[in-house]
C-alpha cells in the first residue's frame, strides 16, 4: 500500500512539474509576443497643396466698359486668339473717329504750311534777284528772310501737331482693340465671372482658361525647414480629401526658391507633377502631399 501512495504521489509531483513548465513556456512566448518592435520614424515631408493645369491663363479687361456680349460658355474649347468677350464700343469708336478727324486735319496743315513755305522761299529767291538789279532795299530782303522762317516755323509747328495727332489715332485704336478680350492659349473655359449687360472693371478676372492636357500640385505649405529636406525628383505620393482611396505617386519637379512670409513662417512653393491623372480631379480641389526625401 505505501508503494502505491509513492508512485501516485510521484506522478503527481511529475504532473505538477510538466504543468509548471508547460505554463512557464506558454508565458514566455506570450511576453516575447508583447515585446514592442522599433518604431521606424517618418522621414516624409507632410504638406497640403492644391491642383493646378500646368499652362492656364487668367483673363481680365484692359479697359472698362457695359459688357455687350460674351462669346464663350464654361465648358467650350477655345483657341488663341479667338473672341471671348466684346465690350459695348461705341465710345472707344468715338474717340477712334476724332481722333482720326484730327490727325487727317493735321495732315492738311502739314501740307499748306509746306505749300506756304514753298511760296515763301521763291519769294525770298525773287527779292534776290531784284536786289542783284538794284530794284529793291535791303530791308524788303530781310522781309522775305524773315517771311521764310516763320513759315518754316509754322511747318515744323504742324508736323509736331501731325505727330501728335497720329500717336493719340494709334492710342485710341489700341483702347479700342482691348474692347475685346481674345484668348491668349488653346484650351477649356473653366471660369467666366460676368453676364451681357453688366459693367466689367478693368483687371477684374471674368475668364479663366486651362489646357487640361497637363496638371500638376503646388504648395506654399513647405517652412524653410521642411523644404530644406526635399530636392527635385524626390518621390511623392498624393491622396485626395475630395476621392477617398485614390493615391497617385508622382514627383517634385520644381522648387520655388524665393520664399514668403505666410501665416508667420518663411514658406516656399513646391511643385509636383503625378506619374498618371484621374478625370475626376479638378482644377482648385485639394491634396495631401507626402514627400519621401532620398
Given at each position: 500500500?505505501?508503494?502505491?501512495?509513492?508512485?501516485?504521489?510521484?506522478?503527481?509531483?511529475?504532473?505538477?512539474?510538466?504543468?509548471?513548465?508547460?505554463?512557464?513556456?506558454?508565458?514566455?512566448?506570450?511576453?516575447e509576443?508583447?515585446?514592442?518592435?522599433?518604431?521606424?520614424?517618418?522621414?516624409?515631408v507632410?504638406?497640403e497643396?492644391?491642383?493646378?493645369?500646368?499652362?492656364?491663363?487668367?483673363?481680365?479687361?484692359?479697359?472698362?466698359?457695359?459688357?455687350g456680349?460674351?462669346?464663350?460658355?464654361?465648358?467650350d474649347?477655345?483657341?488663341?486668339?479667338?473672341?471671348?468677350?466684346?465690350?459695348?464700343?461705341?465710345?472707344?469708336?468715338?474717340?477712334?473717329?476724332?481722333?482720326?478727324?484730327?490727325?487727317?486735319?493735321?495732315?492738311a496743315a502739314?501740307?499748306?504750311?509746306?505749300?506756304?513755305?514753298a511760296?515763301?522761299?521763291?519769294?525770298?529767291?525773287?527779292?534776290?534777284?531784284?536786289?542783284?538789279?538794284?530794284?529793291?532795299?535791303?530791308?524788303?530782303?530781310?522781309?522775305?528772310?524773315?517771311?521764310?522762317?516763320?513759315?518754316?516755323?509754322?511747318?515744323?509747328?504742324?508736323?509736331?501737331?501731325?505727330?501728335?495727332?497720329?500717336?493719340?489715332?494709334?492710342?485710341?485704336?489700341?483702347?479700342?482693340?482691348?474692347?475685346?478680350l481674345?484668348?491668349?492659349?488653346?484650351?477649356?473655359v473653366?471660369?467666366?465671372?460676368?453676364k451681357?449687360?453688366?459693367?466689367?472693371?478693368a483687371?477684374?478676372?471674368?475668364?479663366?482658361?486651362?489646357?487640361?492636357?497637363?496638371?500638376?500640385v503646388?504648395?506654399d505649405?513647405?517652412?524653410?525647414?521642411?523644404?530644406?529636406?526635399v530636392?527635385?525628383?524626390?518621390?511623392?505620393?498624393?491622396?485626395?480629401?475630395?476621392?477617398?482611396?485614390?493615391?497617385?505617386?508622382?514627383?517634385?519637379?520644381?522648387?520655388?526658391?524665393?520664399?514668403?512670409?505666410?501665416?508667420?513662417?518663411m514658406?516656399?512653393?513646391?511643385?509636383?507633377?503625378?506619374?498618371?491623372?484621374?478625370?475626376?480631379?479638378?482644377?482648385?480641389?485639394?491634396?495631401?502631399?507626402?514627400?519621401?526625401?532620398?
Amino acid at each position: 500500500m505505501g508503494a502505491v501512495k509513492r508512485y501516485w504521489l510521484l506522478c503527481l509531483i511529475v504532473i505538477l512539474g510538466v504543468t509548471a513548465g508547460t505554463w512557464w513556456w506558454l508565458n514566455k512566448q506570450q511576453e516575447e509576443k508583447q515585446v514592442v518592435q522599433p518604431v521606424k520614424a517618418d522621414t516624409r515631408v507632410l504638406a497640403e497643396g492644391i491642383v493646378y493645369p500646368v499652362r492656364y491663363a487668367e483673363m481680365a479687361m484692359p479697359v472698362e466698359g457695359m459688357v455687350g456680349e460674351v462669346l464663350v460658355k464654361e465648358g467650350d474649347k477655345v483657341r488663341a486668339g479667338q473672341p471671348t468677350i466684346r465690350l459695348m464700343h461705341d465710345e472707344y469708336q468715338n474717340r477712334v473717329g476724332s481722333a482720326r478727324s484730327s490727325a487727317a486735319g493735321a495732315t492738311a496743315a502739314v501740307e499748306q504750311a509746306r505749300a506756304n513755305l514753298a511760296d515763301a522761299e521763291r519769294e525770298m529767291q525773287r527779292q534776290q534777284r531784284l536786289e542783284k538789279a538794284g530794284a529793291v532795299t535791303r530791308q524788303k530782303i530781310e522781309q522775305a528772310g524773315t517771311a521764310v522762317e516763320q513759315k518754316r516755323a509754322a511747318l515744323a509747328q504742324a508736323q509736331a501737331e501731325l505727330i501728335t495727332g497720329e500717336e493719340k489715332t494709334a492710342e485710341s485704336e489700341k483702347l479700342l482693340d482691348k474692347t475685346e478680350l481674345r484668348a491668349p492659349i488653346d484650351g477649356t473655359v473653366s471660369f467666366i465671372d460676368v453676364k451681357v449687360g453688366e459693367y466689367a472693371v478693368a483687371g477684374k478676372v471674368l475668364v479663366r482658361i486651362a489646357d487640361e492636357s497637363s496638371w500638376e500640385v503646388r504648395s506654399d505649405d513647405l517652412t524653410e525647414l521642411a523644404v530644406a529636406k526635399v530636392k527635385v525628383g524626390d518621390a511623392v505620393m498624393l491622396t485626395f480629401d475630395s476621392i477617398p482611396g485614390l493615391e497617385l505617386p508622382a514627383r517634385v519637379k520644381f522648387i520655388r526658391s524665393y520664399g514668403e512670409k505666410k501665416r508667420g513662417d518663411m514658406t516656399y512653393t513646391v511643385f509636383i507633377a503625378p506619374d498618371r491623372w484621374d478625370e475626376r480631379l479638378r482644377w482648385n480641389m485639394t491634396a495631401q502631399i507626402a514627400i519621401t526625401p532620398f
